[in-house]
């Protein structure tokens, strides 16, 4: 019975880091309903740890506050690799070579900022951060607190962006009837257009927070590649609340293997599990198998 | 392909190669050899990726399963049990088959996609498990010793043979039926499991000889090396490598993964003490040779010979 | 206000449509007959902008249309129901109506008053107007196609068999739909159908293509006359 706020704990920690976790694996999602399959997604996000690093140490730019800058920065960064160097293989309808490219961009963004800041552990937690909010026995680290809300908020802004309007209308309709939603005018460059957008932005988003709350190197990356897909396979494809539930059960089976097994295990773990999940019900646990 | 024309040029080289070859390591200093081994290690393992990648459109981005599966079945066998090496390097092999059988049957059905991460995460597994294992070592590794007692030269020729192997592995895929069943999916997999191509099975099948032999290459490599680790066997720089080599090369090609695993060597060593900038190059080359090349330099190279001299010219 | 000059279209090597000439004037309802394979739907693709002709030429409204894109053509007034009725199975009535606003802005601007005019017409999409549209029955799929088309207020209507699949008292209802519209919104319709006979019989004129030729064109009244139309393609009904 004493245990008890200890297992309440990991399991509030689990819910908070599962759903901070959905907000990468959101973006992902996104593209893979179009076909866009974005292998660089993770070191993406480190790319934009490290952008806060150096407004960090350069500027003394607060990391929460540096958001501001950092996501249009990503945004930025990611509309024009998209129009340079993918756009070219996704109108064509080439997703495997899409693939590839997005990996050997990840090879060359993980060794470019190896290169640049070393293989060192960075992080850019402030110590205004590092506190718990205690709640009766329940301790909660307000990092993940604040990973919580800030991508919970995101959650929020992307689920009125897909109902209310048109443009996110057209994103979900073009996974369902592609031909349909260019007969009313849809265009798959738009498309793309705005799913790389929202992309760099939960990258932008998730990794400056990540910074903040983990520490990070530049070899960070596929580790929030691998979850986030995870979390997606669990989940399935096809709606954000689908994603988000995914994300939350995967944060749960990491912290409490992290708990219970150690963490050299822990992502070994998570991956076995998930791996099992995916060879039982690949569709995601939330689908309906039609 | 035209399969008349094929052999003529197959067999013209097969004999060129013979000769060179066979005589390299007796005019060439230690350090070439070495090398050459190397090359000849990565043209096994890019060969299957290859042609897993080009013409059945099953990317793997774990082929480090079977590599690492190598090394610790040689080492466990032979080093530790003492097992004949001809004997534990078989069994390498199969380790592997057994692992890509597993793999292939639980998710070769999902998309293209979902698989490659499948086979990423069986690789990491794979790799966490045996870092944790003090029985071969842990994360400090072992020593192979019978590969003190191996001169360079017959790893040498091991390796050659390696190669061939490959290079016959996947000439037989392109032959007879299953060369019809893959070239079906190639074109057009839903329509080939259509007209009654059991897709699934000419894949898994390929991809489990393709375990087989790579499991076979992580024993060579071991036979190489000397040395047994984790990150050496199922660390990801192999799967880099492998997707740098074919796409540099030209994927789906006999020769593409042979040019690339040349590229791949040289550029490793010119750079070795700049492990960082070398990744760095091979993943922007990569990507230049995409947009620019799909075909990669042989398919450049091939292009080139079919329009100047008007053959059909498909290795 | 379309007009379709000699247009040959052709899948790589293959081609499926021969110099087809096609007219349809303002205010009229026009019907295309064919066996399946004739080439319909890919015409009905090339009109709209999804396949490119390799000759031959599209008008709308006196403007070159056939190099244009599928975005631009429809926001110059082409709407289209396409074969089966293209629905987003997995968003409601209501969101599939507005994806049909989607393309111009002035049919964005008028969105509300657009939905009304729809929920009118078809009241029972009113009462389902926040049901998931795959789990709507075959004819009221059908109607929230046509309704999801209206909503862009197009001046030409294009309908790729919009009776496929239905039962016979369904076929009616659907096509009686067509007829109202046309008289009610006084909307320029090409229909394209299977069921020649009650078709024809709401058309002012009519074309009938078989192996991606034209082989007929004419007043309703006159094909209809036709001794083998009857026989090819009223024998079934």
């Known amino acids: ?290 | 392909m035209s399969h008349t024309n094929n052999k003529l040029y197959i067999g013209l080289t097969l004999l060129m190669s013979l000769l060179i070859l066979g005589t390299f390591p007796s005019y060439s200093g230690p350090f070439l050899t070495m090398c050459a081994i190397q090359v000849f290690i990565y043209v096994a393992a890019a060969q299957m990726w290859s042609f897993l990648a080009g013409h059945l459109g099953v990317i793997s981005l774990g082929q480090q399963a079977f590599i690492g599966m190598g090394m610790y079945t040689l080492a466990i066998l032979n080093e530790i049990y003492k097992w004949p090496l001809s004997v534990s390097m078989i069994l390498s092999g199969l380790a592997g088959a057994v692992i890509a059988a597993v793999v292939s049957l639980s998710f070769l059905r999902l998309r293209g996609f979902y698989f490659a991460v499948a086979t990423i995460l069986v690789a990491e597994t794979l790799s966490n498990l045996f870092r944790n294992w003090t029985f071969v070592g842990a994360s400090t590794g072992m020593r192979l010793s019978v590969g003190y007692e191996i001169p360079v030269n017959v790893i040498y020729y091991v390796a050659c043979a390696l190669s061939a192997l490959s290079i016959l592995t996947v000439y037989c895929f392109h032959s007879s039926k299953l060369g019809f069943a893959i070239r079906a999916i190639g074109c057009d997999e839903d329509a080939a499991s259509e007209i009654g191509v059991n897709t699934f099975a000419c894949k898994a099948y390929c991809f489990i000889v393709s375990g087989f032999i790579t499991g076979l290459t992580g024993a060579v490599f071991t036979l190489q090396t000397m040395f047994v680790h984790p990150q050496a066997g199922f660390g990801f720089e192999w799967g880099l490598a492998l997707v740098f080599i074919s796409v540099i090369g030209g994927m789906g090609t006999i020769m593409g993964p042979v040019i690339g695993s040349i590229i791949y060597v040289t550029l490793r060593n010119i750079l070795s003490g700049y492990m960082g900038l070398s990744l760095l190059l091979q993943g922007a080359l990569c990507i230049a040779i995409l947009t620019v090349a799909p075909e990669g330099v042989w398919g450049l190279i091939s292009k080139y010979v079919r329009k100047r001299f008007k053959i059909p010219f498909f290795i | 206000m379309l007009e379709v000059d000699r247009v040959s279209v052709a899948y790589g090597d293959l081609q499926v449509l021969f110099d087809v000439s096609l007219r349809v004037r303002e205010g009229e309802l026009v019907v295309l007959l064919g066996p399946n394979g004739a080439g319909k739907t890919t015409l009905i693709k090339t009109i709209i902008g999804l396949l490119k002709p390799k000759s031959g030429s599209i008008s709308f409204l006196g403007m070159r249309i056939e190099k244009l894109s599928t975005s631009e053509i429809i926001k110059l007034g082409i709407a289209i129901v396409p074969e089966g009725g293209g629905l987003f199975p997995s968003m409601t009535v209501k969101e599939n109506l507005l994806m049909g606003a989607y393309a111009s802005k002035e049919a964005r601007a008028k969105v509300k008053d657009s939905l009304e005019a729809v929920y009118n017409l078809f009241p029972t999409l009113k009462e389902r107007a926040n049901q998931l549209a795959g789990t709507l029955s075959g004819g009221e799929q059908r109607m929230l196609a046509i309704g999801r088309a209206l909503m862009s207020r197009p001046k030409l209507l294009i309908l790729d068999e919009p009776s496929l699949g239905l039962g016979p008292k369904l076929v009616v209802t659907v096509l009686t739909m067509v007829e109202k519209i046309k008289k009610d919104e006084g909307l320029t319709i090409l229909l394209v159908e299977q069921n020649a006979r009650a078709a024809l019989q709401m058309a002012d004129r009519g074309y009938v293509i078989e192996n991606g030729r034209i082989v007929l064109e004419g007043t309703a009244e006159d094909i209809l006359k036709e001794e083998y139309i009857k026989r090819a393609y009223m024998g079934g009904l």
């Open chain 1, 1 to 290: 019975m004493e245990e008890w706020p200890m297992i309440l704990n990991l399991l509030i920690r689990g819910l908070l880091f599962g759903g901070f976790l959905s907000l990468a694996a959101c973006g992902l999602s996104l593209g893979f309903q179009l076909g866009f399959i974005n292998a660089s997604h993770g070191d993406m996000a480190v790319l934009a740890a490290y952008i806060s690093w150096i407004l960090l140490t350069t500027f003394g730019i607060d990391p929460l506050f540096s958001l501001v800058m950092v996501s249009p920065m990503m945004v930025l960064i990611g509309l024009i690799l998209q129009k340079l160097l993918l756009n070219r293989f996704l109108l064509k309808g080439n997703m495997d070579v899409v693939l590839i490219v997005t990996f050997a961009l990840g090879m060359c963004i993980r060794n470019s900022l190896q290169i640049l800041f070393s293989a060192n552990n960075r992080s850019l937690s402030q110590p205004y951060m590092v506190q718990g909010l205690s709640i009766g026995p329940l301790v909660i680290p307000l990092p993940y607190l604040i990973d919580f809300t800030i991508a919970s908020a995101m959650f929020m802004i992307l689920h009125l962006f897909f109902v209310k309007t048109f443009a996110g209308r057209a994103l979900r309709a073009v996974p369902q009837n592609l031909e349909a939603a260019m007969m009313l005018g849809v265009k798959p460059e738009t498309s793309y257009i705005y799913a790389m957008g929202i992309m760099a932005l939960t990258q932008a988003v998730f990794g400056v927070l990540m910074g903040s709350t983990y520490v990070f190197n530049p070899n960070s990356g596929m580790a929030y590649l691998l979850l986030p897909i995870s979390a997606i396979m669990l989940g399935g494809l096809g709606s954000l609340k689908k994603t988000f539930i995914g994300g939350l059960i995967l944060g749960e089976i990491l912290i409490l293997c992290g708990y219970f097994i150690g963490s050299e295990y822990q992502l070994v773990a998570c991956y076995l599990i998930a791996l099992m999940l995916i060879l039982f019900k690949p569709e995601g646990l939330l689908t309906r198998r039609s």
